[in-house]
C-alpha cells in the first residue's frame, strides 16, 4: 500500500512536468518571431501568405499551397508598376510586367519570387535560410532600390 502512493505521486510529478516542458516555445519559433519582431521596426512588413502559381514554391500538399513569408516595403508616394518576378540561378526571371527587371542580379538567399504594385514592393522568401536575421537590411536596402530603378 506504501509503494503505491509513491507510484501514483511520481506519476502525477511526471505528469506535471511534462505538461510544463511542453508548453516551451521551441528556438526555432522563437528566432522566427524575433526576426519579425526586428522586420517590423526596421519599416518591412512581413506576413504569412499562401504562395501564389506563378511563384513555383512546391505545395503542401497536392491540393493546398504552402505557407510562405512575404515580407514587403509600403513607398507612399511611389507609382510603381505591375511586376512578377521569380528567382533562378540567382536572377530576377520577369513573369509579369517591365522587362528591365529581366536578369537583375539578386545575392538574397533564400528567395523565390518578388513582386512590385502602386506603391509595394515585396518578396517571397524562405525564412528558414536566415534565422538570425542577418539579411533584413539587405533585403530592405534590395527592394528600395528596385522601386527607385
Same mark, same amino acid.
Not at 23 to 43: D, T, W
Not at 49 to 59: E, G, H, S
Not at 88 to 107: C, M, R, S
Not at 108 to 117: N, P, R, V, W
Given at each position: 500500500m506504501e509503494n503505491t502512493g509513491i507510484w501514483?505521486?511520481?506519476? !502525477?510529478?511526471l505528469f506535471v512536468l511534462g505538461s510544463i516542458f511542453g508548453l516551451r516555445v521551441s528556438p526555432?519559433? +522563437?528566432?522566427?518571431?524575433?526576426?519579425?519582431?526586428?522586420a517590423r521596426k526596421m519599416a518591412l512588413h512581413p506576413r504569412l501568405v499562401a504562395a501564389p502559381d506563378w511563384t513555383k514554391v512546391?505545395?503542401?500538399t497536392e491540393k493546398r499551397a504552402s505557407m510562405v513569408a512575404y515580407y514587403s516595403v509600403? !513607398?507612399?508616394d511611389a507609382r510603381l508598376p505591375l511586376m512578377r518576378a521569380r528567382v533562378e540561378d540567382q536572377?530576377? +526571371?520577369v513573369v509579369q510586367g517591365d522587362e528591365k527587371f529581366n536578369d537583375l542580379p539578386i545575392a538574397l538567399k533564400g528567395i523565390y519570387a518578388i513582386d512590385m504594385q502602386a506603391n509595394c514592393v515585396g518578396l517571397y522568401w524562405?525564412?528558414?535560410?536566415d534565422l538570425r536575421a542577418t539579411q533584413l537590411d539587405d533585403i530592405?536596402?534590395?527592394l528600395t532600390s528596385l522601386a527607385e530603378l
Amino acid at each position: 500500500m506504501e509503494n503505491t502512493g509513491i507510484w501514483i505521486t511520481v506519476f !502525477i510529478v511526471l505528469f506535471v512536468l511534462g505538461s510544463i516542458f511542453g508548453l516551451r516555445v521551441s528556438p526555432r519559433e +522563437k528566432a522566427l518571431g524575433l526576426m519579425r519582431e526586428r522586420a517590423r521596426k526596421m519599416a518591412l512588413h512581413p506576413r504569412l501568405v499562401a504562395a501564389p502559381d506563378w511563384t513555383k514554391v512546391p505545395m503542401a500538399t497536392e491540393k493546398r499551397a504552402s505557407m510562405v513569408a512575404y515580407y514587403s516595403v509600403l !513607398i507612399p508616394d511611389a507609382r510603381l508598376p505591375l511586376m512578377r518576378a521569380r528567382v533562378e540561378d540567382q536572377k530576377l +526571371k520577369v513573369v509579369q510586367g517591365d522587362e528591365k527587371f529581366n536578369d537583375l542580379p539578386i545575392a538574397l538567399k533564400g528567395i523565390y519570387a518578388i513582386d512590385m504594385q502602386a506603391n509595394c514592393v515585396g518578396l517571397y522568401w524562405d525564412e528558414e535560410s536566415d534565422l538570425r536575421a542577418t539579411q533584413l537590411d539587405d533585403i530592405k536596402a534590395y527592394l528600395t532600390s528596385l522601386a527607385e530603378l
